[in-house]
Nanobody, 130 residues
């Protein structure tokens, strides 16, 4: 059984940095791990995904160059470092684990809707003020 526990988040002014962490258990090599976010009144969107078996990492265009996961990260400790934060990054951030293909894992950050069953963390608020 997959279990995800999140940490971090908080409030910061625009241009600042925060991190959100996810401790995962029960995840196997055929899982896609990811960070999603949901702003008020908006759909949940993927900002980062990684297919564990091949270590590939994928970022949404909106966060590319600002958000990062350390290279060679441990799959059971997924920390998203968020730099140069903007007010539009304000959202509840969710860690997710789902069984899917590498190509589907990649496509999620391009706006492809999530159709697979996923296990979610409890959610962490990130607030960026201007």
């Amino acid at each position: 059984q997959v279990h995800l526990v999140q940490s971090g988040g908080g409030s910061v002014q625009a241009g600042g940095s925060l991190r959100v962490g996810c401790e995962a258990s029960g995840v196997t090599q055929d899982y896609c791990m990811g960070w999603f976010r949901q702003a008020p009144g908006k759909q949940r969107e993927a900002v980062f995904t990684s297919f564990i078996a091949d270590g590939s990492t994928n970022y949404a265009d909106s966060v590319k160059g600002r958000f990062t996961i350390p290279e060679n990260y441990a799959w059971n400790t997924l920390t998203l470092y968020m730099n140069n934060l903007r007010p539009e990054d304000t959202a509840v951030y969710y860690c997710a684990a789902l069984q899917t293909s590498p190509s589907r894992c990649r496509s999620l950050v391009s706006g492809s809707p999530l159709t697979e069953d996923a296990t979610w963390g409890q959610g962490t608020q990130v607030t960026v003020s201007s």
